[in-house]
T-cell receptor, first 115, second 114 residues
Framework: EAGVAQSPRYKIIEKRQSVAFWCNPI?????LYWYQQILGQGPKLLIQ????????DSQLPKDRFSAERLKGVDSTLKIQPAKLEDSAVYLC?????????????FGQGTRLTVV | KQEVTQIPAALSVPEGENLVLNCSFT??????LQWFRQDPGKGLTSLLL?????REQTSGRLNASLDKSSGRSTLYIAASQPGDSATYLC?????????????FGKGTTLSVSS
């Protein structure tokens, strides 16, 4: 079974530029998450989708971050404009659903460096 | 607000030792708890998932326990090997109005020397 796919693996941009990350979850998984992991910290949830609807985006900095999950499968996360403090690993995860028995599976992540 | 704490932050042991990683959480109203492994520059690999009604789960040399009432979980690694060197993350799944979410600790970075 294929895992969660993310691209690109690495990205270096200058501050104030824009960047987009892509995620393809495990086939059949209704729930998709985007997490931000700053060096030395645990992952922090940015946004959660159930199919193509947003369940929670309370910690997403909406002035610069946006995400969509068209057709309830792939998802993109965009940052515009980027700040130095956005340097982090962006992890995508998926699960069969958001219920109590569900297990989350993570992709390899995209390491973003803003200079 | 749910907070997840992992102790110690870092641990160095010689090969062959048995070791325990600790995870505590402030709100006992969790659905489940999941232990992950993260290698440098890589994503997270799920190790064990313990439902809130369970006390422990085992997979090979790994054993995870859960005491929901006291807000604690431990990950026991038997006969450690250099290949076990990684960061271990604990995450609790909690329910909130919008659905459920995984809340992570900061991790324990383990180094096993040969």
């Amino acid at each position: 079974e294929a895992g969660v796919a993310q691209s690109p693996r690495y990205k270096i941009i200058e501050k104030r530029q824009s960047v987009a990350f892509w995620c393809n979850p495990i086939s059949g998984h209704a729930t998709l998450y985007w997490y931000q992991q700053i060096l030395g910290q645990g992952p922090k949830l940015l946004i959660q989708f159930q199919n193509n609807g947003v369940v929670d985006d309370s910690q997403l900095p909406k002035d610069r971050f946006s995400a969509e999950r068209l057709k309830g499968v792939d998802s993109t996360l965009k940052i515009q404009p980027a700040k130095l403090e956005d340097s982090a690993v962006y992890l995508c995860a998926s699960s069969l659903n958001s219920g109590s028995n569900t297990e989350a599976f993570f992709g390899q992540g995209t390491r973003l460096t803003v200079v | 607000k749910q907070e997840v704490t992992q102790i110690p932050a870092a641990l160095s042991v010689p090969e062959g030792e048995n070791l325990v990683l600790n995870c505590s959480f402030t709100d006992s109203a969790i659905y489940n708890l999941q232990w992950f492994r993260q290698d440098p520059g890589k994503g997270l690999t799920s190790l064990l998932l313990i439902q809130s009604s369970q006390r422990e789960q085992t997979s090979g040399r790994l054993n995870a326990s859960l005491d929901k009432s006291s807000g604690r979980s431990t990950l026991y690694i038997a006969a450690s090997q250099p290949g076990d060197s990684a960061t271990y993350l604990c995450a609790v799944r909690l329910v909130y109005q919008a659905g459920t979410a995984l809340i992570f600790g900061k991790g324990t970075t383990l180094s096993v020397s040969s």
